[in-house]
């Protein structure tokens, strides 16, 4: 892979979006790790459960902020939801969560505007427009390290 900022060796790269009034980035970094949980989405699960430690992922704010606001690292892979045990039929965790630490807060938030707006953002696999009520995905290289450089991280 290219480039891995502060401290990420071979990684993938994550948006996962919240509710800010629910969860925000401030409340990750007051509380150090969080076990990431909630997402029922069969397609977001998906993505969750190929989530690896050490992976980047950008948090992403919905509702009226709508923007990638602050970086955090996976602490763990993906584990069964306390809430939720048990495994679906290729032994993986049915309702997955993983642990995550906060990185950096973005000095720019990157709006869904920009992203929108910039053709660099429109790739293969990116599927913040195309399937907006998405709340897992993978971020390919090229827009991870694009969201990178906008958002100051």
């Given at each position: ?49 190929s989530?690896?430690?050490g ?35 290729a ?14 807060a ?17 790739v ?30």
């Open positions: 892979m290219g480039r891995a900022p502060l401290g990420f060796g071979t990684m993938a790269s994550f948006l996962f979006k919240t509710e800010p009034g629910e969860y925000s980035f401030s409340d990750l970094v007051h509380e150090g790790t969080t076990m990431w949980s909630g997402v029922t989405n069969n397609a977001a699960l998906g993505h969750l459960r989530v690896r430690k992976d980047r992922v950008f948090v992403y704010h919905t509702g009226d902020e709508r923007a990638v606001v602050g970086l955090a690292k996976a602490v763990s892979g993906p584990y069964e939801d306390p809430a939720n045990p048990g495994t679906n039929a032994g993986a965790p049915k309702f997955a969560v993983v642990d995550l630490k906060p990185v950096k973005a000095r720019s938030p990157v709006t869904l505007d920009q992203v929108k707006a910039d053709k660099r953002f429109a293969p696999g990116f599927d913040l427009v195309r399937l907006p009520r998405l709340s897992v995905m993978p971020v390919p290289e090229s827009v991870a390290d694009l969201i990178s450089t906008l958002a100051g991280l």
